[in-house]
């Protein structure tokens, strides 16, 4: 079984979040390399007309937008202090958001306007202890080729037709997954079980899909209100 991951994110994404969380939980019981890469899903959308992206909410594409700017942050951490930062800063992003109060309102419209709601990200630098002058990065759009590339590089290791997260193993050459999607992070021996469950899979030759299109909205101290209720987003 390998031993190295790559694991491809958005900070926006609330699948995403909870699924990075449980790999943490696996890396800390198992001898495993995790590298942190950036997929954005702005630029994954970005040839989805505005109007089309609007359907799940009208502020859904400008979630997307937040996203895009914590990973030219990220890009800009990464080309300055070398990418082992990036998973300790994944996660002071991740938390800047997933982690916070919820919002007054109980629907998903309060959600989605957290999730498009721009943010300070100087906090999350000085958690980590790069410079806060990393976050004018957020507005630097010289990086998006980078990141377009990377992007392309993510997808293109599953065969297209996907999102966050991306799972792959042994990179660059080894398989790779689009998920597992789960609304929670399994903790201790069902976080195992969950991974050689998923590995297992990865690394079967052929093995192409296993879907249930039935999900529900991840629960995170910001989601409270709205967790494990069904949705619609992807």
């Keep these: 079984m390998s031993d190295r991951l790559e694991f491809f994110f958005d900070p926006i994404c609330?699948?995403?979040?909870?699924?990075?969380?449980?790999?943490?939980?696996?890396?800390?019981?198992?001898?495993?390399?995790?590298?942190?890469?950036?997929?954005?899903?702005a630029i994954l959308n970005e040839e989805i007309s505005y109007e089309e992206r609007k359907k799940a909410s009208p502020e859904y594409p400008d979630s997307h937008v937040?996203?895009?700017?914590?990973?030219?942050?990220?890009h800009a951490a990464r080309e300055a202090h070398g990418p082992e930062v990036v998973g300790d800063l994944y996660t002071?992003?991740?938390?800047?958001v997933w982690d916070a109060d919820p919002p007054e309102g109980d629907d998903f419209e309060a959600v989605m306007h957290e999730m498009a709601r721009r943010?300070?990200?100087?906090?999350?630098?000085?958690?980590?202890?790069l410079p806060t002058d990393l976050a004018e990065a957020a507005d630097d759009t010289s990086r998006d080729d980078d990141l377009r590339a990377e992007t392309q590089e993510a997808v293109d290791r599953c065969g297209g037709g996907v999102g966050t997260p991306i799972l792959s193993f042994s990179p660059?050459?080894?398989?790779?997954?689009f998920g597992p999607v789960i609304d929670a992070p399994p903790r201790g021996e069902d976080a195992l079980r969950l991974w050689d469950a998923v590995q297992t899979l990865g690394e079967w030759g052929g093995f192409a899909e296993l879907k249930r299109t039935a999900r529900s909205f991840p629960d995170t101290p910001?989601?409270?209100?709205?967790?494990?209720t069904e949705t619609t987003v992807r």
């Design 66 to 74: 937040r996203g895009l700017e914590m990973l030219r942050v990220v």
């Design 92 to 96: 002071a992003l991740g938390e800047l």
């Design 14 to 41: 609330p699948f995403c979040w909870v699924t990075s969380r449980w790999v943490v939980e696996v890396a800390r019981q198992r001898p495993m390399e995790v590298t942190w890469r950036p997929l954005s899903l």
């Design 172 to 177: 660059p050459d080894g398989p790779a997954l």
């Design 119 to 129: 943010r300070d990200l100087r906090p999350a630098l000085e958690r980590v202890g």
């Design 222 to 228: 910001m989601s409270s209100k709205l967790a494990r």
